[in-house]
Structures are given as structure tokens and as C-alpha cells.
């Protein structure tokens, strides 16, 4: 069976490469003449563990290829995966479907035999529907179906999250393309992972709804922590007594700086548009939205506390820019947010992070960037641990002292015992939901 995949970013790259590995003979295709180019000479555009041993041994044994030459690619395929970017319209809120649709214009005159055409994108429900539309429309003559089939994978951990799925979810309309996506994943099913089969419009909302979900969660045990903050409970230990009820479930309840990365805050934003359009207001996912922002603005008044109530002649160290460990992708991080009050508050700002400088030196002006979490220390006011990178979590904090001006730690992943850091010799230590706030 031959797949194409549009779009080499992190779900495409990653699913066409899987793909491969699963025995496919698989063609990625990006408009991105500069991306392709850098796959085609070896190298791998995104950071993601693993994957360039992958691309490397399915490329070395012709399974797999890459090309701009959408057309080509299509023709050739049984089955074409779009995987192209769905960001947030700065206008209202809702998805940007500029991509998706331009890439279903260029499919549709290309089809040749039956094709089937799988939305792996994230869109609002409708939307697979109208992909459809516009495939019909441009090529009435093409023998093809639809299918929706939502990513779950997660940065940092994206080639296991693909090769051992909790779920397959795909959405389909007809018998044939049901039998067909379910000989697709057969390599997965046959070891046991379940595929979910629905129609369109279920397997769209499950995605949202599951993101939604997973940011409720987040934004839930942060406004829990700001409680705990004022009260003087101590969250870690509120999250490990909840997470203990086999309903609740641990995981997704660590408070920090709030959610960000490239699917919560489009895929919370884009719900909270679909609940307008049909006149169902999604209230709970409208007030996640609002207090993550709220959660930011929390954690900026805690460290301007610790400051002593002011950036101003401050220099500060902060380790971590990525919105999340393991992953270069800095869409919608928290430090986005709370660098630049820093730096317009007057701080000096030294960055160390191990995969962020190449994007963030353009996103976060001003900052001076460091290769070593103790140089970035040295004469420092304050350090801000703000990305649980493995780099981070297990310094010496006796040495990070130190080479500290003043030694005061804002942990915003709580990677450290309070105890532990008192003892290394730092006057002052916050912890997010740790007890009282310096605020
Ligand atoms: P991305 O921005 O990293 O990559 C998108 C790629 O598509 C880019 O390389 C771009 O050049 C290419 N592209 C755009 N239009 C094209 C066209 N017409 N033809 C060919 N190539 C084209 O995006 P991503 O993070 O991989 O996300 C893709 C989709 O998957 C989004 O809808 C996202 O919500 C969803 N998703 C992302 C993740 C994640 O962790 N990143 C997880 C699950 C689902």
C-alpha cells in the first residue's frame, strides 16, 4: 500500500515515518521546498526523540521519501494523510482552515484509482465534510471517500504515542473506507491498540473534546494551587491524595505556568467558537481559557514578590522556554508570556535552554542566552525554572547558590523539595501552590 502524506511538521514527519516503519512505502510532501531539502540531506527540520533514526533506517531502505511534488505523490497514493497546520485565526478565535484547504484544492485534481483522503489535522467538526465538498467539486470523476483521523500524539514522546496508541480514532462514511482505514492500522490492531470507528462529525469532536478535557484538568488543579497559595496547603500533596481515586486519575493534575504548546489553547479557543456558532456556549471551556491567562498573570506578580516588587536592576535566570521538555516547539509557551514582562519590567533576562535559542532568540528580544544553567546563574538575582527539562531537575544546589548574587528560586514545575533548596543555602524558594506565596 502507498501513503502520501501533506505536511512534514511535527504530527506529519512523524505519522509518515511510523507509517513507514509499519511496512508502508510512504511519501512526505511539504510546500516547503527548504524542509524538504534538509529531509532529503539527512538532517530533521523538528526536534522529536528518535525520530531521526527512524527517518534515517526507512529512507535507507526505500520505504520512505520526501518531495514537494504534491501531485506525483498523490497520483501514486491509496491512501493521502493531510497533516497540515491549523493555528488560531488572530481575528475571532477560530481555526485557520487556509491550509487544510489549499492542500485539499491541490489533492483533488491528482487522485488517480481509489483513493481514500484522511484528515489527520485537527478541524472543527464540519469540517472533513466540506474537505469532502471541495474534492468532489474540483475532480467529479474521482473514485474516493473521506476519512477524519485525529492525532493524539504528543510532542517529546510522539513516536511510542504512534506506535502504541491509547486509541485509533477514524471517522468515515462509508463501508469501504471503513474496511480500508481498518486494514490500514492493521499492523496496530493486530498487536492489540483498539481502533475507535465512528462517523465525521464523532471522531472531530472526540479530538476536541479530549484536548479540552486534558486542559481542564491543567487549569483545574492551578486555580486549585492559587488556593493553596492563599490557605497554605500544599498542592503536590492536594494532586497526590487526588490522583490516588482511581476516577480522578493522576496524571494532568501537576500545576505550573499554564498550559501551552500547539494544540491546548487552538483546540480550547476553536471549541469555544464551534459552542458560539451553534448557539451551545461551552462555559467550562471558556473559563479554562480565561484562567490560564490568569495563571500566567499569577505567576509574573509571584516572581515580581520575590523580586522585592520590582524587575527594575534585576537580573534573573531562566532555565526552560519550551513549552514543554524534550520538544524545540515554542507555539503558545508560557514564556512568551512571561519573558517579556520581565524584560519590559526592566530585568535583565539569561535564557539556558537545551533545544529552545534557535526559535525563541526571535521571539523573546532581548534575552541573553546561555549554554549552562550555572553560567546563566552567575550574579543572579533570582532563578526561574520554568521547563522540567532532565537538564534542570537535578542540579547541584549548592553550586547554582553559589554563583548566585542573591540566592532565590522560583520553581514553576515544583521539580524541587523546598526543604532541599532551603538547605543548599537559597534564601527564598516559591513553589507553585506550596504553601503561602511570597505575594
Ligand atoms: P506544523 O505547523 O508543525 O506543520 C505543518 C506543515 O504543513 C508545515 O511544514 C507546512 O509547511 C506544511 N503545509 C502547510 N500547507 C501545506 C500544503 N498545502 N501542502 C503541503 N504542505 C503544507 O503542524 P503540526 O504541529 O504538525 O500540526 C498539524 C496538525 O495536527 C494540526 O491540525 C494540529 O492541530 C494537529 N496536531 C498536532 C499535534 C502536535 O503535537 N503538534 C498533535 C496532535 C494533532
Not at 514537494?68 to 481555526?95: C, K, Y
Not at 497559595?229 to 480522578?248: A, F, H, L, N, Y
Request: charged share 20%; glycine share 10%.
Amino acid at each position: 500500500m502507498k501513503l502520501a502524506v501533506i505536511g512534514t511538521g511535527y504530527v506529519g514527519l512523524v505519522s509518515g515515518t511510523c507509517f513507514s516503519e509499519l511496512g508502508y512505502d510512504v511519501t512526505c510532501v511539504d510546500l516547503d521546498a527548504k524542509k524538504i531539502e534538509t529531509l532529503r540531506a539527512g538532517h530533521v527540520p523538528i526536534y522529536e526523540p528518535g525520530l531521526d533514526l527512524l527517518i534515517e533506517c526507512n529512507v535507507s531502505s526505500g520505504r520512505l521519501s520526501f518531495t514537494t511534488d504534491l501531485q506525483e505523490a498523490v497520483s501514486q497514493a491509496d491512501a493521502v494523510f493531510i497533516a497540515v497546520g491549523t493555528p488560531t485565526r488572530p481575528d475571532n478565535g477560530q481555526a485557520d482552515l487556509t491550509y487544510i484547504m489549499r492542500a485539499a484544492a491541490d489533492i483533488a485534481p491528482a487522485m488517480q484509482g481509489y483513493t481514500v483522503v484522511v484528515v489527520k489535522s485537527t478541524v472543527p467538526v464540519g469540517v472533513n465534510r466540506k474537505i469532502c465538498d471541495v474534492l468532489r467539486n474540483a475532480n467529479p470523476a474521482a473514485d474516493f471517500d473521506i476519512a477524519s483521523n485525529p492525532e493524539f500524539l504528543r510532542e517529546g514522546t510522539a513516536i511510542e504515542d504512534f506506535m502504541t496508541p491509547d486509541r485509533v480514532v477514524v471517522g468515515v462514511e462509508s463501508e469501504r473506507a471503513g474496511g480500508f482505514m481498518a486494514e490500514v492500522y492493521r499492523p496496530l490492531t493486530d498487536r492489540g491498540f483498539p481502533l475507535l470507528l465512528t462517523d465525521l462529525e464523532t471522531a472531530e469532536m472526540i479530538k476536541y473534546a479530549s484536548n479540552a478535557f486534558l486542559a481542564t484538568k491543567i487549569t483545574f488543579i492551578n486555580e486549585i494551587a492559587a488556593l493553596c497559595e492563599k490557605v497554605g496547603s500544599d498542592v503536590t500533596m492536594v494532586s497526590k491524595g487526588m490522583g490516588m481515586d482511581k476516577r480522578i486519575g493522576g496524571r494532568f493534575l501537576n500545576p505550573g505556568p499554564g498550559y501551552g504548546g500547539s494544540c491546548f489553547p487552538k483546540d480550547t479557543q476553536a471549541l469555544v467558537r464551534i459552542g458560539q456558532e451553534s448557539a451551545v456556549q461551552q462555559h467550562i471551556v471558556e473559563a479554562v481559557v480565561r484562567v490560564n491567562e490568569q495563571v500566567k498573570a499569577r505567576m509574573i506578580a509571584n516572581i515580581k514578590a520575590l523580586c522585592g516588587g520590582s524587575f527594575r536592576d534585576k537580573t534573573i535566570a531562566v532555565f526552560g522556554v519550551t513549552f514543554k521538555p524534550d520538544t524545540d516547539d515554542m507555539r503558545e509557551a508560557p514564556s512568551l508570556t512571561i519573558l517579556p514582562a520581565l524584560i519590559g519590567g526592566g530585568a535583565t533576562i539569561h535564557v539556558v535552554d537545551p533545544l529552545g535559542q534557535r526559535e525563541g532568540e526571535h521571539l523573546l528580544p532581548g534575552a541573553h542566552w546561555y549554554d549552562d544553567p550555572y553560567a546563566a546563574a552567575d550574579g543572579c538575582d533570582l532563578v526561574v525554572i520554568l521547563t522540567e527539562w532532565s537538564d534542570f531537575v537535578s542540579l547541584d544546589l549548592k553550586a547554582l547558590a553559589a554563583v548566585m548574587a542573591v540566592p532565590r528560586m522560583a520553581d514553576l514545575r515544583n521539580v524541587y523539595a523546598p526543604k532541599d533548596v532551603e538547605n543548599a543555602g537559597f534564601e527564598q524558594y516559591y513553589g507553585v501552590g506550596r504553601g503561602r506565596a511570597p505575594v
